[in-house]
């Protein structure tokens, strides 16, 4: 059998990784014991000393001498009550560790005036005593891993180990908005927040509030899940640092899974390379997710991942589906709303559009008809330089570019019908004959299924020839054969990194040989049915590239250009 305090070092080795880790499991003691103003302290980036202060509950004296001893818990009595457990903290490892490689202390009341404290070094208790406390409880670390000097070599100075630090803290604080938290570094303060009403305030007082222009909200149920939060607008992305939450039942979390459920939202609306900045919060049933999977408590493990990660990614792309989502041209950074979420939500479309807020909700089932409603309402469009329709709206100038938005509504169309069995076409009364490039033959033989189920019919005819006997008929300007040369031209020449994964290349592609160039005019109804179109779209902002397909200009913009303001 294992010694006591190598039993001790292996568990703390478990749970105490650095300085960020003890703050981690301090600071969430804190929070299970009901604090609403936690104070802490750290040296040296907590190498040499972390102590946190809360107003929570307190201990007595028998469990403040209990609460350093192993798997002491008061959170949890029988296996049942791990499932759906609501508390941060329910192993009984915590203090233990920290204690066993650590010179440590406990000041502790339940009520103002006396108190306990008790002291331990290396995991041994040196100490009880009575002190004297406000109610709540202090816990002090000094000289980590001084009895383990191996450990020790392995921490990095001390603006690294703030900056894990740091990171611990945000996650918290951004999970637990309701709590003011004070920190200071060697004598500075580095961190005051105030409670919040909102995980925007929230992320505002950490993220900054300049920043906030930059993310839509999110809120969307589907079925018992509930997804809300931030997610950075696509035009946006790239432009400053990288920042992700992910929250769950009220517990920051690590979840490789959910991450690339919310980058798979942003599919077709990032340039390849790009990924987004998040704050998310996802509810769901206590007994759909099980948090006792990791000895930090870092991650969980959901008995019904699929739906939970597509229910996140619908909710993402709901948000990236509004008009708030495009491109502002603006110093004023004034957020567009979307409406509030509709519980139990079938599909994207939450409403039907209206002029005066145009929200461009996009709905699968119009592409089920080919054709956009005509009872959406359409706005009077110009069409500026032959490129870009313009319409005014209640916030400011919305600009549309044809080609994108064109390119974004053939995109979904052909991708819809694909899923569907493959897109009608036309039989050609004289079959044509094209000669292919080597590089352009190789391109249709790995795509040509994906070519029939575009609708094009097409027979090998000798080395790289082929044969046309068959198109697809998207719109009546279509130039089948000419839009099949440039997409293999363009498939034979990408061999790259791309943000689209298999045939959604190829569809991209072609959308965008197909799609109405600039310089094309366009007469009003054919203005009038692309319009309709786009707003049937789930990412009617976005072209497939990645690119910003509507800009939005605000009287506020205009008030400002023109000295009005």
């Known amino acids: 059998m294992l010694a006591s305090d190598v039993a001790d070092q292996i568990a703390a ?88 490689v650590s010179r440590f202390s406990v000041t502790t009341a339940t009520a103002d005036g006396a108190g306990t404290r008790v002291e331990a070094s290396g995991g041994s208790v040196r100490e009880v005593a009575e002190a004297a406390r406000r109610r709540g409880t202090t816990v002090a670390v000094e000289d980590l891993f001084f009895n383990t000097p191996a450990r020790a070599r392995f921490l990095r100075g001390t603006r690294s180990e703030w900056r894990a630090t740091s990171d611990v803290l945000v996650s918290i604080a951004l999970a637990r908005r309701d709590v003011r938290l004070r ?3 060697d004598g500075k303060e580095v961190m005051a927040l105030a409670p919040a009403r909102s995980l925007r305030e929230r992320v505002a007082g950490l993220w900054g509030a300049s920043t906030m222009s930059r993310f839509l909200d999110v809120d969307t149920v589907t079925g018992p899940v509930r997804v809300t939060g931030l997610v950075e607008r696509p035009g946006d992305v790239g432009t400053a640092s990288r920042r992700t939450a992910l929250i769950v039942n009220g517990r920051s979390v690590r979840d490789h899974g959910l991450t690339r459920a919310v980058e798979g939202a942003y599919r077709t609306a990032l340039a390849a390379g790009l990924r987004p900045s998040f704050a998310l919060e996802i509810q769901l049933p206590g007994d759909a997710v099980d948090v006792n999977v990791h000895p930090a408590k870092a991650e969980v493990r959901f008995h019904d991942r699929w739906n939970i990660e597509r229910a996140v990614e619908r909710a993402v792309r709901r948000s990236l589906g ?169 498939l034979s020449g990408d061999r790259g990194a791309t943000a689209h994964a298999g045939h959604e290349l190829l569809v991209a592609t072609v959308a965008c040989k197909a799609a109405v160039k600039a310089g094309e005019p366009l007469a009003p109804d054919e203005m009038q049915a692309l319009f309709r179109a786009l707003v049937s779209t789930t990412l009617p902002a976005h072209d497939v590239h990645g690119r910003s397909g509507i800009i939005r200009l605000t009287w506020d913009e205009l008030d400002r250009r023109f000295g009005r303001r």
């Open 183 to 185: 920190v200071t570094a």
């Open 13 to 100: 080795g478990e749970v105490v990784e650095r300085p960020a880790s003890v703050v981690k499991e301090l600071l969430e003691n804190a929070l299970d014991a009901g604090a609403t103003t936690v104070d802490i302290d750290l040296e040296e980036g907590g190498r040499r000393l972390v102590r946190v202060s809360d107003d929570g509950t307190g201990m007595d004296r028998d469990d403040a001498q209990l609460a350093i001893e192993r798997h002491a818990t008061s959170k949890i009595r029988t296996a049942a009550d791990l499932v759906g457990v609501r508390t941060f903290g329910f192993r009984g490892e915590a203090l233990s560790a920290i204690s066993s």
């Open 322 to 490: 509004i008009l708030d989502s495009a491109a502002l041209l603006s110093t004023g950074a004034r957020i567009w709303h979307a409406p509030q979420a509709t519980p139990d939500l079938p599909a994207p479309l939450a409403h039907p559009p209206t002029t005066a807020d145009m929200p461009f909700f996009g709905s699968r089932e119009h592409l089920d008809d080919e054709a956009a409603p005509l009872e959406i309402p359409v706005p009077p469009l110009v069409q500026l330089r032959r490129m870009y329709l313009m319409y005014e709206h209640d916030e400011g100038v919305v600009l549309i570019d044809q080609h994108s938005a064109h390119e974004r509504v053939l995109y979904e169309r052909f991708m819809q019908q694909m899923s569907n069995g493959g897109a009608p076409s036309q039989r050609l009364l004289l079959p044509e004959t094209l000669h292919l490039s080597p590089a352009d033959g190789e391109s249709l033989e790995a795509n040509r299924d994906a070519f029939n189920r575009l609708g094009f019919e097409l027979e090998s005819f000798g080395g790289h020839s082929v044969i046309v006997r068959a198109v697809p008929t998207p719109h009546r300007r279509f130039d089948a054969l000419r839009c099949l040369r440039e997409s293999l031209a363009t």
